[in-house]
């Protein structure tokens, strides 16, 4: 029965939080190594946790070595998203993802749109 189905293991993601705008710099020099993601999250939204699950449900491990994954809390630092908005020329949704190399936003989706599977394409 479904409720007696047991739990995959999901892989674990290593987030590193965006609090500053100055950190985009250093985002932008690390999007010349390798890929950077930056997952904007509204902690008073429903859709931005399931879009937020969904997008780590469908984490690969095979990617945590090839792509730098960054969560920006955009209730408590508003005025960091707006400098990613303006930084990156994306419009600014909730939640939000961008896909960073070099130096570039290169992919952008928001709501329901959020899948790792999409990601994976962008590589």
Same mark, same amino acid.
């Given at each position: 029965?479904?409720?007696?189905?047991p739990?995959?293991?999901?892989?674990?993601?290593?987030?590193?939080?965006?609090?500053? =705008?100055?950190?985009?710099n250093?985002?932008?020099?690390? =999007?010349k190594?390798?890929?950077?993601?930056?997952?904007?999250?509204?902690?008073?939204?429903?859709?931005?946790s399931?879009?937020?699950?969904?997008?780590?449900?469908?984490?690969?491990?095979?990617?945590?070595?090839?792509?730098?994954?960054?969560?920006?809390?955009?209730?408590?630092?508003?005025?960091v998203?707006?400098?990613?908005?303006?930084?990156?020329?994306?419009?600014?949704?909730?939640?939000q993802?961008?896909?960073?190399?070099?130096?570039?936003?290169t992919?952008?989706?928001?709501?329901?749109?959020?899948?790792?599977?999409?990601?994976?394409?962008?590589?």
């Amino acid at each position: 029965m479904f409720w007696n189905k047991p739990k995959e293991k999901q892989v674990e993601v290593e987030w590193f939080p965006l609090t500053s =705008s100055d950190q985009l710099n250093e985002i932008i020099e690390e =999007s010349k190594q390798k890929p950077i993601l930056i997952y904007k999250h509204s902690t008073r939204c429903g859709i931005s946790s399931m879009a937020m699950d969904r997008l780590m449900r469908g984490w690969d491990a095979e990617y945590s070595d090839k792509l730098k994954a960054y969560y920006l809390d955009l209730i408590a630092f508003r005025a960091v998203s707006n400098e990613v908005a303006d930084r990156f020329g994306i419009y600014h949704q909730s939640p939000q993802v961008l896909l960073i190399k070099n130096g570039v936003a290169t992919y952008e989706v928001s709501h329901m749109a959020i899948s790792f599977d999409a990601i994976k394409k962008e590589f």
